[in-house]
């Protein structure tokens, strides 16, 4: 009984991180873009400093009116934000957080599930895309699908070169194996890694797909209300997920001063100076074109992450 | 991402690719500086903004120094000035002088629903009768309700700024030059009609401010 | 649900065996629409739900690995190519009436026998082997990896080099304009 106790009350923690924490990337970046471009942005929702902002963004969508337009395909449509959102939750269920399994669930093949499942997510793009009886929309579908593509096997390659050093798939155990010296080590993988997330979750500057100043916004053009809300959502929560899997792949997740009590912090602290490096880059960078991102991942980030490979492999095999 | 530089510039300067991934550094750099800063914005309705004295906010009417003389209403690129008036006989000043006639003003609004704020009126104005003022929260429910009629156009007389000091390093005014001229004049009869203190040849004279 | 289930184990292997079936005829009902369906996206979609019931089979056979390489290869690459496709070349929405290829009969006749090959191989090859849930994992990377490159490196490098041909090939054809020049070094092999 007592197991399954635990079981909910996991899930139950993880729900919750799923709920909080992309409500807090997003206020951070009105927070920090507004900075940087010399703005304070939101200031009045919640009293101090807009803290509330998205909550009453929140309210707002769910006001909202829910319309599927007339030429849409209706179940498609309206099935596709649930599609794009739910990956990220099941895929943080089993980001390890801390040492001692301070973690959702622990998979044995920990990595590919996750790689797995966060390339489901982008069917929810594709199907906004094509059921939205758009041409911007299904232009925004197509680009989609074709960076998803390009950019799904340097992020592979990246975290083999993850497997093969840790000599495991678990999550929590390539942690454990995780010593400083992979920094360097594994540098090149992790920006290869990141850099290939960030094109997948169609951050800046890799926007591509939702270009505004093009195709309005892309496959989600159509959607009003609580839908688009949880495309928003899961963007947001595409960023956590990415920063926290950044971490513990190539950051040493809660290694640290301290781990054995503040383990959680550290990731956590990690996870959040790369979700600032993410927001940073967006508002420092302009949109890649189409061809210089296709470009970009084929001729620089296969080859850099292939390199890697074979780095780690000579390593491995010359330190055992 | 510091590796990503040289890729796709077709016209790559030798200066332009001395290390690559420099640009992208730079931008970084930028962003981050900036975030440090203070922001610029300011918080309008919590903090008035400080407006510059020249700022185009709304024209004020000095009626004493209007003559009528339809100057500014003809010249309105978008006749928003409405002038009504009458003339009146003056009695002559002196015994058996002859009797003048005089433009007496009845009705002076001008729409700022049309305004478009040029400024042609004020400029072209020869008695120094319309002046900018800074202020701008005259928003309104009723589009009606932005003709401002002779009595508001007041009002805003007195909100018009002291016009900025002249630059010291600028051409003295030319009414100061020549009184300038004609005080120096050897022997000079006394002039006491010219006020060397304020420059005030070409800007609005604060009559309203007095 | 059924992935707590798995991992869990508070459902007797009765119960894994039945939702296994229910899994089966979910995938295969998906199956059939994906190739009934007149509206083209929408088969694509099918096929997303009978690729992803057929991961789910293998968890339930304690294949991990190639349960979500599965997920991984088909729902989001392969899928994706597909639809991608799809949505390049002609995707409208709701039915399209030339779909409909007229060698319906012998696409089922083909499709009926290979099933039947199919499954006499496996029940033939499978007859009495009954996994074993309570003791170790038999598919997880560990043991697949052994087994692939321990046992079976020469089908497994064959295989690489077939795709490696079915790559250079590919290149070959799509720069035909520029024959002179050499292919491009074919560098993603895997």
């Known amino acids: ?320 | 991402m510091s590796d990503d530089a040289p890729r796709s510039e077709p016209s790559g300067t030798a200066s332009g690719r001395r290390l690559p991934g420099r640009g992208l550094a730079k931008g970084l750099a930028v962003t981050l500086r900036t975030m440090t800063r203070r922001s610029v914005t300011d918080q309008y309705p919590d903090a008035l903004p400080e407006l510059p004295p020249r700022s185009r906010g709304v024209i004020g009417l000095f009626e004493e120094n209007c003559t009528v003389c339809m100057l500014c209403a003809r010249e309105c690129p978008d006749w928003c000035i409405y002038i009504d008036s009458h003339k009146e006989t003056v009695p002559a000043t002196t015994p058996g002088g002859r009797e003048r006639s005089r433009n007496v003003l009845d009705r002076f609004a001008i729409d700022f629903a049309l305004c478009m704020y040029c400024g042609i009126c004020i400029e072209v104005c020869p008695f120094d009768a319309l002046f900018w003022s800074p202020e701008f929260e005259y928003a309104e429910e009723d589009i009606l309700d932005l003709t401002h009629e002779r009595d508001r156009l007041r009002e805003w007389m007195w909100t018009v700024p002291v016009p900025p000091a002249l630059d010291p390093a600028g051409e003295e005014p030319k009414e100061v030059a020549a009184a300038r001229k004609a005080a120096e004049r050897p022997d000079p009869p006394e002039q006491p009609g010219t006020e060397p203190g304020r420059p005030g040849g070409r800007g609005p004279r604060r009559e309203g401010e007095a | 649900m059924i992935l707590t289930a798995e991992a869990n184990g508070f459902l007797s292997p009765n119960g894994v065996e039945i939702v296994f079936l229910l899994v089966g005829v979910v995938t295969l009902g998906a199956a059939v629409i994906t190739v009934t369906t007149r509206q083209l996206v929408h088969a694509a979609l099918w096929l997303v739900v009978a690729l992803g019931g057929l991961a789910v089979e293998y968890l339930l056979l304690t294949a991990e690995f190639i349960a979500w390489v599965q997920v991984l290869i088909y729902v989001g690459s392969v899928v994706v190519l597909l639809l991608f496709g799809l949505m390049l070349t002609r995707a409208p929405i709701g039915r399209s009436p030339d779909a409909d290829s007229e060698n319906r009969w012998v696409a089922l006749a083909v499709a009926l026998a290979a099933a039947a090959t199919l499954v006499t191989v496996v029940a033939d090859a499978f007859r009495s082997t009954w996994i074993d849930l309570d003791r170790s994992v038999q598919g997880s990377p560990e043991v697949t990896g052994e087994s692939l490159f321990r046992h079976w490196v020469l089908p497994f490098e064959a295989l690489s080099v077939l795709l490696l041909a079915a790559l250079v090939g590919a290149i070959t054809l799509s720069r035909r304009r520029g024959a002179d020049d050499a292919p491009a070094s074919p560098k993603q092999e895997r």
């Open chain 1, 1 to 320: 009984m007592s197991d399954v106790l635990e079981v909910a009350l996991r899930l139950l923690a993880v729900l919750a991180a799923f709920l909080v924490l992309p409500l807090l990337v997003g206020q951070a970046e009105h927070k920090a873009m507004a900075h940087m471009q010399g703005r304070l942005g939101p200031m009045y929702a919640g009293g101090f400093h807009g803290w509330a902002q998205l909550i009453a963004d929140g309210v707002k969508f769910a006001q909202k009116e829910d319309i599927v337009p007339a030429g849409a395909d209706r179940r498609v449509f309206q099935l596709a934000p649930a599609v794009a959102l739910l990956p990220y939750l099941v895929v943080l269920i089993v980001l390890p957080v801390g040492p001692n399994g301070f973690v959702g669930q622990v998979v044995d093949a920990g990595l590919f599930f996750v790689l797995a499942v966060m390339g489901v997510g982008v069917l929810g793009s594709l199907m906004a895309g094509w059921a939205s009886a758009n041409k911007f929309s299904l232009l925004g579908g197509l680009r989609t699908a074709a960076q998803l593509m390009a950019y799904e096997l340097p992020m592979l390659l990246a975290a083999a070169s993850v497997a093969m050093a840790a000599g495991t798939l678990s999550l929590p155990l390539i942690v454990e194996e995780f010593e400083w010296w992979w920094l360097p080590w594994q540098a090149v993988g992790g920006l290869v890694f990141f850099t290939a997330g960030l094109a997948e979750l169609q951050r800046p500057p890799f926007d591509m797909p939702v270009a505004d100043s093009e195709i309005i916004f892309g496959a989600y053009t159509e959607y009003t209300g609580l839908r688009f809300a949880l495309f928003l959502l899961a963007e947001y929560a595409g960023i956590v997920v990415l920063c926290l899997l950044t971490t513990v792949l190539f950051l040493g997740g809660w290694h640290g001063p301290w781990s054995d009590s503040l383990g959680w912090l550290w990731t956590l602290l990690k996870g959040t100076a790369l979700a600032f490096v993410v927001i940073w880059l967006r508002t420092s960078y302009p949109r890649l074109r189409e061809d210089q991102l296709q470009r970009f991942a084929w001729t620089v980030l296969i080859p850099l992450a292939l390199a890697q490979i074979a780095l780690t492999g000579v390593v491995r095999v010359v330190a055992q």
